[in-house]
């Protein structure tokens, strides 16, 4: 079982920064891919960043390359999705997600959830 925590969500102006961060708990957290996924309102979950088990991979939605990086540190079991550059069409609540396996963009593919965060962005 593996439990997340979003955090760091916020209002920030347009061409603002903000860093989202998870706190997994569980002891295979180490072997789990990560995933960032956004919602909008009225709109789909979307896939933003993941990156894999070994943190030797990342990738990214073409939407948000770029502009956002995410990384993992093991000893804080911590995912982090920075976020540069920020656009009003950022605005969404974001989603830690893990998977066993391999990095997939597919939301249904991910097996554990965290309850959101929220960023605004103004224009």
């Known amino acids: 079982q593996v439990q997340l925590v979003e955090s760091g969500g916020g209002l920030v102006q347009t061409g603002g920064s903000l860093r989202l961060s998870c706190a997994a708990s569980?002891?295979?957290?180490?072997?789990?891919?990560m995933g960032w996924f956004r919602q909008a309102p009225g709109k789909e979950r979307e896939f933003a960043a993941a990156?894999?088990?070994?943190?030797?991979?990342?990738y990214y939605a073409d939407s948000v390359k770029g502009r956002f990086t995410v990384s993992r540190d093991y000893a804080k079991n911590t995912v982090d999705l920075q976020m540069n550059g920020l656009k009003p069409e950022d605005t969404a609540v974001y989603y830690c997600?893990?998977?066993?396996?391999?990095?997939?963009?597919?939301?249904?593919?991910?097996?554990?959830w965290g309850q959101g965060t929220q960023v605004t962005v103004s224009s």
């Open positions: 997600a893990a998977k066993k396996g391999l990095v997939t963009t597919t939301p249904t593919s991910y097996d554990y």
């Open positions: 990156i894999n088990w070994d943190a030797v991979e990342t």
């Open positions: 569980g002891r295979t957290f180490s072997s789990f891919a």
